[in-house]
C-alpha cells in the first residue's frame, strides 16, 4: 500500500478504490489538492481519460472529529438531492481508514469559478455584473431556508428552537478544550451574546458557513453549486444571513473576516442592500434582530479561525500556504472584533 503523506492521501489505494466503487472510471485516478479550505481537505480526482470528481476527508489526526465528520456531509448532501438547493451530488463513500487513513466520500465535479479573492473576482465578473452575482447569492439562501426540513428527512430537529444557544456551547466548548492558549475577547464576547440570545422563528436547513467563496459560479453569473455543507443541520436561518454579512467586506473595512476577500473590490452591494433583498425574499412576520446574528458570526469565526490555528501548530492541516503565526494573529483581530460587535447589543 503506498504511503500516507502529508497530502492525506494514498495515490494508489485511492485510485484502485475509485475504479471499485465509482460508475465509469478508468484508472489510474490522479488526485490533487485543491487550495482553499481550512477545514477538511479537498481534493480533484481525474482519471485516465480526463473525467472528474471531488474527495473530501478530514484534516490529518481528526480523521473522527464529529467537527469534521465528511460522511455526515455526504448525508447532508443526499437530503438535498430532491431539492432546489444548488449542491454537488455524492457518487460514493468509504468508511474503511485502511484505504487512506480517514473516511472519505467523493462527488460530481461542476464546472464553474470560486470568487475566492478579488483577483478572481476582477478577472472573471465586470463591474456591472457583480450586483448579479450578489442578487444570486442571497436567493441561493433564501431558496435553502425555503425548504422545511421535514421534507427531507430531518423532522427530528425541525421543533427545536434552542440553534444558537447549542452553538454557543458548541464553539466555546471546542475552543476551550482543544486550544493552546486563551483569548479573552473570545470568551466576553461568548457571555454577551449568551445574556441576549434572540428568540428563534421556525426552523430551516442551516448551512453552517454560507458566503461567496464557499460557492461555484456559471459564466452566466447563476451558481453552480454551494460547497462546504459540513456544518448544516436544522436551526435559526438568520445564522446563515450573519454569516454572509460577517463575510461581505466593503472596500473601507479595517477588519475583514477573510484575509484577502473577495468583495473588497468595487461595484458589490453593500450589506444593508443583501439585507433589503434577503427580508424581501423570506419576507419575516416581525423584523429580526440581524445585529446580533452578525455578532454571533464575528465569534464563531474567530473560533474557527483560532482552531485552524491550533491545527497548522500541530500540522494537522498538511502543506499550507500560510504560517500558524499568520492564523494566529488573524483570530485575535477576529475575537477582537467579535467583542466590538457583541458591546454594541
Request: with cysteine.
Amino acid at each position: 500500500m503506498s504511503s500516507l503523506t502529508d497530502t492525506g492521501i494514498r495515490d494508489e489505494a485511492v485510485s484502485a478504490w475509485f475504479v471499485e466503487h465509482i460508475d465509469g472510471v478508468r484508472g489510474p485516478v490522479r488526485l490533487e489538492r485543491i487550495a482553499g479550505g481550512r477545514s477538511n481537505l479537498t481534493y480533484l480526482a481525474t482519471d485516465e481519460p480526463g473525467a472528474r470528481w471531488v474527495l473530501r476527508r478530514p484534516p490529518l489526526g481528526m480523521a473522527h472529529s464529529r467537527a469534521h465528520d465528511v460522511l455526515r456531509e455526504a448525508e447532508v448532501l443526499d437530503r438535498l438531492r430532491e431539492t432546489p438547493v444548488p449542491a454537488p451530488l455524492v457518487a460514493g463513500r468509504c468508511d474503511d481508514d485502511a484505504v487512506t487513513g480517514a473516511p472519505f466520500f467523493v462527488m460530481n465535479h461542476i464546472d464553474g469559478v470560486v470568487l475566492r479573492d478579488p483577483e478572481t473576482v476582477t478577472a472573471t465578473v465586470p463591474d456591472d455584473h457583480r450586483p448579479a452575482v450578489a442578487t444570486a447569492l442571497v436567493r441561493a439562501l433564501a431558496d435553502m431556508h425555503a425548504v422545511d426540513p421535514r421534507d427531507v428527512g430531518w423532522g427530528e430537529l425541525a421543533d427545536r428552537d434552542d440553534y444558537v444557544s447549542r452553538q454557543l456551547r458548541r464553539w466555546s466548548t471546542n475552543w476551550a478544550e482543544d486550544r493552546v492558549r486563551v483569548l479573552d475577547d473570545i470568551g466576553r464576547a461568548h457571555d454577551r451574546l449568551v445574556e441576549r440570545i434572540p428568540v428563534q422563528g421556525p426552523a430551516r436547513i442551516v448551512h453552517g458557513d454560507f458566503r461567496l467563496d464557499n460557492c461555484l459560479f456559471s459564466p452566466d453569473g447563476t451558481i453552480g453549486g454551494i460547497l462546504d455543507w459540513e456544518l448544516a443541520t436544522v436551526g435559526d436561518p438568520l445564522a446563515d444571513l450573519g454569516q454572509l454579512l460577517a463575510y461581505w467586506a466593503h472596500p473601507d473595512d479595517e477588519v475583514c473576516a477573510l484575509e484577502n476577500p473577495p468583495t473588497r473590490v468595487p461595484g458589490f452591494p453593500s450589506r444593508d442592500a443583501l439585507i433589503e433583498q434577503y427580508l424581501a425574499a423570506v419576507r419575516p412576520d416581525t423584523v429580526p434582530d440581524i445585529d446580533f446574528y452578525i455578532a454571533y458570526n464575528w465569534w464563531k469565526i474567530a473560533c474557527i479561525v483560532e482552531g485552524v490555528y491550533t491545527r497548522t501548530l500541530r500540522g494537522a492541516m498538511g502543506a499550507s500556504d500560510r504560517s500558524p503565526e499568520s492564523f494566529g494573529a488573524q483570530a485575535e483581530r477576529l475575537a477582537a472584533q467579535a467583542w466590538r460587535y457583541a458591546q454594541r447589543l
